[in-house]
């Protein structure tokens, strides 16, 4: 029962959810940022879960180590969010980040979205290297659809067209 499984959001992990996302955020990488500022994460839901949207958790041991979200914006595109993993289970060894990406573009692909969207922080920089590894490229803020969620941390923004 060792390994790692991923699984669509289940509420019952939404404390441990926002614990591990929090400590990323805040302690790891000092972004000064509070549960209440993330509305997206406290009602994943309404949030996440309308359209052709989706949440999914990465867990070991019955503990989340990972996350990541595709939220519908309309027009074929999709904004992916929250992606997160423990940084104990970050590379090729665990592959969290990379199983969770391929589940999100194979969910992507089936609901026929045809773009996908992100925005991440400058201080993601092993980040930047996984997006553009998968094919992502940087794309101008002034090029995001309007109904693209911009957190107040983003400041680099990617683009993938499914194919």
Sequence with gaps: MDEIVIIPFDKVYLQDLARMVLNIQQ????????LEEQPDLTDIPGFFLAGKGNFWLALRNGAVVGCIALKDIGNGRGALRKMFVDARYRGKQYGV???LLDILLAWAR???????LLGTTDKFLA???FYEKNGFVTTPKSSLPQEFPVASVDSIFYSLLIT
């Design 27 to 34: 302690n790891e990488f000092g972004i000064p940022i509070t």
């Design 97 to 99: 980040g990379q199983g």
């Design 110 to 116: 089936e609901k026929g979205f045809l773009e996908i």
């Design 127 to 129: 980040a930047h290297r």
